[in-house]
Structure formats: C-alpha cells, structure tokens
C-alpha cells in the first residue's frame, strides 16, 4: 500500500491488496473524525478531510482497514431483471467463441460488486465479469445508448443509467432506475454494492 499525500486536505492509496471500493467501506465505518469524502477508483482510492490533523488519523488506520473485510450489513445482493436482446450480444457470442445462451448464463450467473462509479451520474463499473467476455470497448462508440442498456466492456459489466453516447456492448435491457435525483441516495448502485442479472 502506498499513500500519497494530495495537498493538505487529502490522501490518495495506491497499491491496495483489496478492492478500493471494499477499504473505502471498511474506512468509511470507522466514522473517523475529519473524514469528508471517501472515493474510489479502479486502482486508488481518494479519501478527503477537513483539516490537516485528521490525515495522519485516517492514515494509521488504512492498513487496518485494507486488511479488513468490509461490515457491510446486508449483504444480499442487488438482483437486477434483465431482457437479454442487446444489439450486440451475437457479436460478443462470436467474438468470445460462445453461443448466445452461454454469454446469458454466464452473465448472469456472475455476482458482481460496483468497483467504482464515474462516466456519468449513476453509472457503476460492476467487477466481476467472467473471464471469457472481456472484451474491449467497440472500435466506434455510438453516439447514443438508451438508458438501461446492460452492458460489457473490458473486465466491467455496467447499466446505462441514462441516455448517453457508449461505447460498450450491448447485450441486453432493464427497466430498472438505476439514477433520481429526487432520491437519497440518487444512485441505486454504489461503491462496494453486490450486484446480480436475473434474466427475464
């Protein structure tokens, strides 16, 4: 682990032996004094703090919290139905050298956990793709995916929470509202949430 101070009001970790999402948890449960915002990434994770003494604090208990298993209560996963007719999801059953069946029961057979959100409001990187169905992002993004297109790309699945240009696979649809604003929290899915497609 590597910690790397980020001005006089933050730290950035790197080199984490556990998911970011999951030490961002078990740190954010500590209810440490000073701590304003927790946020994690791909690889790091950012914490930020209202004053300067509250940095070595959140410090000292970052490699307890690595080591950490998150408590993270009810740990039932997020179950979200899925119409598996997505406009790409031959040409991933090809690229992939599977059928069609077999990119569905594999997709839904994955618990996935969301890494990280970022792209747009609401849109969670969810970890845990079979190995067979990385694939990278599709050579030419399209200029528009209808909000709840569930999606693959690179080691990531994802649901479009809204309409908005992607460049990710398609390979299927739900109803279900991942963003509102008029909701607390506005995101359905957050850093460190258990995920499942359940196909319909």
């Not at 304003?36 to 070595?56: G, H, K, Y």
């Amino acid at each position: 682990m590597r910690v790397l101070p980020m001005g006089p009001s933050a730290v950035l970790v790197e080199d984490l032996d556990a998911p970011p999402a999951v030490v961002g948890e078990a740190v954010r449960r500590l209810g440490l004094a000073g701590v304003v915002d927790i946020v994690p990434a791909a690889e790091t994770l950012l914490i930020t703090v209202d004053r300067q003494e509250a940095v070595d604090t959140v410090v000292a208990a970052l490699s307890a919290a690595e080591h950490r298993e998150a408590d993270q209560g009810d740990t039932r996963p997020v179950e979200i139905p899925v119409v598996y007719d997505g406009d790409d999801l031959a040409e991933v059953a090809e690229r992939s050298g599977l059928s069609t069946a077999d990119v569905i029961e594999r997709h839904a057979g994955a618990t996935f956990r969301v890494a990280f959100c970022g792209f747009s409001p609401g849109f969670a990187y969810l970890d845990g793709l079979p190995p067979e169905l990385h694939l990278a992002r599709r050579a030419t993004p399209r200029t528009r995916v209808p909000a709840g297109s569930v999606a693959i790309a690179a080691g990531f699945s994802a649901v479009y929470p809204t309409a908005s240009p992607g460049g990710w696979h398609l390979i299927g649809r739900t109803d279900v509202v991942l963003f509102d604003v008029h909701a607390e929290p506005p995101a359905r899915l957050t850093p460190g949430t258990s995920v499942r497609f359940v196909p319909r």
